[in-house]
T-cell receptor, first 119, second 111 residues
Framework: NAGVTQTPKFQVLKTGQSMTLQCAQDMNHNSMYWYRQDPGMGLRLIYYSASEGTTDKGEVPNGYNVSRLNKREFSLRLESAAPSQTSVYFC??????????????????FGDGTRLSIL | AQSVTQLDSHVSVSEGTPVLLRCNYSSSYSPSLFWYVQHPNKGLQLLLKYTSAATLVKGINGFEAEFKKSETSFHLTKPSAHMSDAAEYFCVVSDGRQLTFGSGTQLTVLP
């Protein structure tokens, strides 16, 4: 089982360039998430999609856009990359809770990450 | 608002000795709590979760954690460390509306 697949695994950009990070899951999950991981700061939520057709901002959305293309795929776009966006980006997915709470007690399944450097 | 504090950024143990990774949390609601492990260049993998059932939770690879409401703690333990346990560990709290990650504890296992 592939689980959550992220592409690319590594990328180097110049300031001002744009790029899209791809994420796909094969677990039939309703909810998908994008995080960034920086040293000593744990993971911070950028955007999430509670279900197909919806997206919402997380803790650190500035400089990013997302698209929930279908139930399987959730992409993250950097329109004009900045050095402050150098980070490791993780996509995750989870079952949507029947109680309506976004996170509740459902664990998230993570991809292996995209390591992005912006010069 | 909720928060989670991992009390040690680095823990070093010898192979075969016990592991203790400490986590304290703050939440206005009855929280769900998770421990995840991250090996180098990999994503986070769920070790175990607490969701208001038994306070002692058993996870994968011999890890377990005890939910102590009076101490607002959810420490992760393992009786005997293995070299393959060397990784970063994250404590995570959820109040049903948001998920908050701790800053991580790097576990080193010495031969």
């Amino acid at each position: 089982n592939a689980g959550v697949t992220q592409t690319p695994k590594f990328q180097v950009l110049k300031t001002g360039q744009s790029m899209t990070l791809q994420c796909a899951q094969d677990m039939n999950h309703n909810s998908m998430y994008w995080y960034r991981q920086d040293p000593g700061m744990g993971l911070r939520l950028i955007y999430y999609s509670a279900s197909e057709g919806t997206t919402d901002k997380g803790e650190v959305p500035n400089g990013y856009n997302v698209s929930r293309l279908n139930k399987r795929e959730f992409s993250l776009r950097l329109e004009s990359a900045a050095p402050s966006q150098t980070s490791v980006y993780f996509c995750a997915s989870s079952v949507k809770t029947v109680l309506g709470g976004l996170y509740s007690n459902q664990p998230q399944h993570f991809g292996d990450g995209t390591r992005l450097s912006i010069l | 608002a909720q928060s989670v504090t991992q009390l040690d950024s680095h823990v070093s143990v010898s192979e075969g000795t016990p592991v203790l990774l400490r986590c304290n949390y703050s939440s206005s609601y009855s929280p769900s709590l998770f421990w995840y492990v991250q090996h180098p260049n990999k994503g986070l993998q769920l070790l175990l979760k607490y969701t208001s059932a038994a306070t002692l939770v058993k996870g994968i690879n011999g890890f377990e954690a005890e939910f102590k409401k009076s101490e607002t703690s959810f420490h992760l333990t393992k009786p005997s460390a293995h070299m393959s346990d060397a990784a970063e560990y994250f404590c995570v709290v959820s109040d049903g509306r948001q998920l908050t990650f701790g800053s991580g504890t790097q576990l080193t296992v010495l031969p």
